[in-house]
């Protein structure tokens, strides 16, 4: 690998961050607001399954005794 100056670095550096595409306030609310959504679904989802294993596990030991 080349060697390169830290002055040449930062050059580098601030060349590629102006070639980002940075999201609008818009776009990053939009995305915010369908990750909690998903989250949520996604938490019930997981409850349900867990309530769900928990009643056949609790069934299953009643068997025994």
Same mark, same amino acid.
């Given at each position: 690998?080349?060697?390169?100056?830290?002055?040449?670095?930062?050059?580098?550096?601030?060349?590629?961050?102006?070639?980002?595409?940075?999201p609008t306030?818009?776009?990053?609310? @939009?995305?915010?607001?369908? !990750?909690?959504?998903?989250? /949520?679904? =996604?938490?019930?989802?997981?409850?349900?399954?867990? @309530?769900?294993?928990?009643? !056949?596990?609790?069934?299953? /030991?009643? =068997?025994?005794?």
């Open positions: 690998m080349a060697k390169v100056s830290i002055g040449q670095f930062v050059n580098q550096v601030r060349a590629e961050t102006g070639k980002v595409h940075w306030r818009k776009e990053t609310v @939009a995305t915010g607001i369908m !990750v909690m959504i998903m989250t /949520l679904l =996604l938490a019930f989802f997981f409850f349900g399954v867990d @309530a769900f294993f928990s009643s !056949v596990v609790k069934y299953l /030991l009643s =068997l025994l005794g």
